[in-house]
């Protein structure tokens, strides 16, 4: 884990491995084994899991931006009632996720019986 690079540059890396992802799984034939869908499911949810949290701190970053008056709106609109705004978003994006994450769990849970044939 490089924890020098910046916030942006990590999100746009995962962003990346995701969009690779669906690239890779696009046709028929990249797995061999139910295995394999469990395994990619498992990591799937592992990275859903832990957008929440990161949601959260995100927002902590931008209310103690609010909070310290260093925010500026390019639209003229009142800087703490779009924060709310972004906060309400961010929220209900967070929760989402975390339900997300907890079906992939569930599906992990079934994949885990699953086997190729002999």
């Known amino acids: 884990m490089d ?4 916030p942006v540059a990590i999100a746009r890396s ?10 890779r799984t696009i046709n028929r034939g990249a797995f061999e084994e139910p295995s394999e869908i469990y395994s990619t499911v498992g990591g799937l949810a592992q990275t859903v899991q832990g957008v929440p949290q990161a949601i959260q701190q995100i927002w ?3 209310r ?9 709106m390019d639209n003229d609109t009142d800087v703490a009632t779009a ?4 906060r309400q ?8 996720l975390a ?5 992939l769990d569930r599906a ?3 994949l885990a019986h699953m086997g190729g044939q002999w």
């Open 64 to 72: 103690a931006m609010r909070d310290d008056d260093v925010i500026r």
């Open 83 to 86: 924060a709310e705004e972004a």
């Open 99 to 103: 339900q997300a994450g907890r079906k």
């Open 108 to 110: 992990s849970s079934v």
């Open 3 to 6: 924890l020098t690079r910046e």
């Open 60 to 62: 902590g970053h931008l």
């Open 14 to 23: 995962a962003a990346e491995e995701i969009r690779a992802l669906n690239h």
């Open 89 to 96: 978003e961010l929220d209900e994006a967070r929760k989402l």
